[in-house]
């Protein structure tokens, strides 16, 4: 199978892990629910999403249970049971590893200054540090840090219409130099999560030249995000020509909806990963056609 095949079972398999993190997913499972054997799937996984899918469904459980310690009044023996640790002494081991603290005091700090920080937020609801909004219409949109929706760590970043009226597009974007990537293939992945989209949404990079020229592009308009979708994974992959000058990519949204995206990468890869470039030649006839208008 080619490595879009891969990607789109995984994202599948992310799926199906979002909507059953409270339940037991043994190896196996996952992997029959692919369709692979469970080397195979273990293998593409590690491939596409660069952790294992037991880390990787640890992290996520992980990241829940911290957030319902801060947002709910559950007790923890409760949490910790809810996401499949044996018991509140092993939670409280495996927390404190990641957060270098026990789940009450997590609590006890974060509350006070997650409440601290959603009274900055509905005060002053800015751009995230080093992006940027446009589009365009950035008037019809907001964009914002999110401290109760997140994929990994206490943070996440949205973007969404302020009502059903919303016009054209907007993005939230950054530019860089592309000098220390020409000549390379570049990956630019995200998490994603949407809620109501109604026109489209995706994350996309383009490479140009000093004059402006695009010479490479790719929007996932061929395979857009839409509706209402749990956490996922998504990449574009492009090619960087030595010729080039800047590299621009973020996340857009077009018409009503609201998405968030968490743990970005931008990396080098290989040529196992394939680009996924609009080519704006491939919706074109080989021949003429119907030179008579006979036809």
């Known amino acids: 199978m080619s490595y879009q095949e891969h990607e789109k079972t995984i994202q599948e398999t992310l799926n199906y892990i979002e909507q059953h993190l409270k339940d037991d997913l043994p190896l196996q499972t996952l992997a029959k629910h692919a369709g692979y054997s469970r080397f195979h799937f273990h293998r593409i996984f590690k491939k596409v999403i660069k952790k294992s899918v037991v ?12 957030k319902d310690l801060i947002h709910t009044d559950q007790r923890v023996i409760d949490i910790a049971l809810q996401y499949r640790f044996g018991s509140q002494e092993s939670f409280t081991r495996a927390f404190k590893k990641i ?19 959603e009274t900055n937020m509905a005060a002053n609801k800015n751009t995230p540090t080093g992006w940027i909004m446009t589009g365009e219409t950035p008037s019809d949109y907001e964009t914002g ?98 010729k080039s000058e800047v590299i621009a ?22 040529e196992s990963v394939p680009v996924t470039e609009q080519n704006t030649v491939d919706h074109l006839e080989d021949e003429p056609v119907n030179l008579n208008f006979e036809g």
């Open 249 to 270: 990519f973020g996340i857009l949204l077009h018409g009503p909806g609201h998405i968030w995206m968490d743990e970005l990468s931008f990396k080098i890869v290989d």
């Open 99 to 117: 957060y270098d603290m026990s789940p009450a005091c997590y609590r006890r700090l974060l509350r006070n200054v997650i409440d601290k920080e």
């Open 145 to 242: 840090l999110d401290n109760r929706i997140v994929h990994s760590g206490t943070t996440s970043a949205y973007l969404k219409s302020k009502d059903e009226k919303a016009r054209g597009f907007a993005t939230l974007m950054q530019q860089i130099k592309s000098d220390r990537y020409r000549g390379e293939r570049l990956q630019f992945s995200a998490f994603v999560k949407s809620e109501d989209v109604k026109g489209s949404a995706g994350l996309w990079m383009r490479i140009d030249h000093s004059s402006g020229e695009v010479l490479a592009f790719d929007n996932m308009m061929n395979r857009p995000i839409t509706g209402t979708n749990g956490w996922n994974h998504f990449s574009v992959v492009l090619d960087v020509p030595v």
């Open 55 to 66: 880390d990787y469904i640890r992290e996520r459980r992980m990241t829940q249970a911290a």
